[in-house]
């Protein structure tokens, strides 16, 4: 059964870069079917689309955040990675990864499966 | 960007019927087929309830059914259960590439 789970740090200052990894267990990464996702959620707040990555590295990214924000994948590992640089509170989320099943090859535009969920702070 | 529509607060008795709305535009909802809608209780991940305007993925009640209307998606629970008590979004697909997420609705089973 596949699994996913976040994993970084859970205090960033402003100005920083807020970095988070994805561990894909129980399937590989490296499908030819999927995506993988990354959403957040402020605190009581709503839900945020950042952006998805395909196995051989293929982004697509929010425009609202793609000037700060840098998704990768790291086959040999299992894993996909989310960079945010430039970071203020507003950054301040719950972050998501998951997964986008494809759609005939191409994107399905939703997750059927999401990790727990990892909190990030933006503080000094 | 701005968020699809929602209402903030649903409700209904046990075994009634409610219907959520997400109101978008021609440049997501009104023109693609990838309506998706999420459920999420307090402190955990959201869960896929509906995918492409009606489909639902395995496991999921067949209590839970969506549709589309124009600029309009909704979700309609049938033989509401205080299990279904939850926070629930709607996304769409929107041109320029990218995904755009309804700015939630809470069911409350009274």
């Known amino acids: 059964q596949l699994q996913l789970q976040e994993s970084g740090p859970g205090l960033v200052k402003p100005s920083e870069t807020l970095s988070l990894t994805c561990t894909v267990s129980g399937g590989s990464i490296s499908s030819r079917t999927y995506y993988w996702g990354w959403i957040r959620q402020p605190p009581g707040k709503g839900l945020e689309w950042i952006g998805i990555?395909?196995?051989?590295?293929?982004?697509f990214y929010n425009p609202s955040l793609k000037s700060r924000l840098t998704i990768s994948v790291d086959t040999s590992k299992n894993q996909f990675s989310l960079n945010l640089n430039s970071v203020t509170a507003a950054d301040t989320a719950v972050y998501y990864c998951?997964?986008?099943?494809?759609?005939?090859?191409?994107?399905?535009?939703?997750?059927?499966?999401w990790g727990r969920g990892t909190l990030v702070t933006v503080s000094s | 960007q701005s968020a699809l529509t929602q209402p903030a607060s649903v409700s209904g008795s046990p075994g009634q019927s409610i219907t959520i709305s997400c109101t978008g535009t021609s440049s997501d909802i009104g023109d693609y087929n990838y309506v998706s809608w999420y459920q999420q209780h307090p402190g955990t991940a959201p869960k896929l309830v509906i995918y492409?305007?009606?489909n639902r993925p395995p496991g999921i009640s067949n209590r839970f059914s969506g549709s589309k209307s124009g600029n309009t998606a909704s979700l309609t629970i049938s033989g509401l259960q205080t299990e279904d008590e939850a926070d629930y979004y709607c996304s769409s697909y929107r041109s320029s590439v990218t995904v755009i997420f309804g700015t939630g609705t809470k069911v409350t089973v009274l």
């Open positions: 492409e305007i009606s």
């Open positions: 998951a997964r986008d099943p494809g759609h005939y090859g191409g994107r399905a535009w939703y997750f059927d499966l």
């Open positions: 990555v395909f196995y051989n590295g293929v982004t």
